[in-house]
């Protein structure tokens, strides 16, 4: 992920209701497991703790990859690392926009569904698709800290302000600085 992207993740509300019955207003985000995971971990593991990341809030929906695949090419192309990978398809541009689903291998049910929005130069086309599949699906949007907001570009606007990526677009120097000062933290 390339700094000047806003990372969103889709939560549908039935899981959030099935987990938790009611919607949360956050998720928690367990950044130090993340932080020993990736230092200590063989990454072909699951990790063994849970937040937000971690759980497959996709699943109550059972929708197959098959289905969900003619939804996401309206995105872009499809980027070709992903093309044969396990688990994973994304469309789009690496350093732009795209949008990524994670699936099960054994059952291609999808388990996850991410996007990414380049700062730089925000694409209204783009936004308004990602918008358009989380009301489809009735999802709320979720951010890096695990803040989840609705689908709207009003609620959209007013969370990517508060991102890294945001202020990293607004003055890259003083970003840079505050965060080796320990002043941001990374996401």
């Known amino acids: 992920m390339a700094i000047w992207q806003f990372h969103i993740y889709f939560i549908p509300k039935k899981s959030l209701l099935n987990k938790y019955g009611q919607v949360p207003t956050q998720l928690s985000m ?7 995971y990736f230092q200590d971990s063989d990454l072909d593991q ?3 703790f849970e937040d937000a990341l971690t759980i497959r809030w996709w699943l109550d929906l059972n929708i197959k990859i098959d289905n969900f695949l003619p939804l996401l090419k309206t ?38 569904v991410s996007c990414r929005l380049d700062l730089r130069q925000l694409d209204k086309n783009f936004i308004d698709k990602v918008l358009s ?24 606007f007013d969370t990517i302000k508060l991102s890294n990526a945001n202020r990293f677009v607004g003055d890259p120097e003083k970003f840079l600085n505050d ?9």
Not at 82 to 90: A, I, P, Y
């Open 179 to 187: 965060l080796s000062k320990g002043i941001v933290t990374p996401e």
């Open 30 to 36: 367990d950044k130090e497991s993340w932080n020993d």
């Open 133 to 156: 599949l989380a009301t489809q699906f009735d999802c709320l949007l979720m951010d890096r800290q695990g803040r989840l907001y609705q689908p709207s570009m009003i609620a959209l």
């Open 75 to 112: 995105f872009g192309d499809i980027q070709s690392w992903t093309q044969n990978s396990d688990g994973l398809r994304s469309f789009g541009d690496t350093d732009t926009n795209d949008i990524s689903v994670c699936f099960n291998d054994s059952t291609n049910i999808v388990e996850e």
């Open 46 to 48: 699951e990790p063994e």
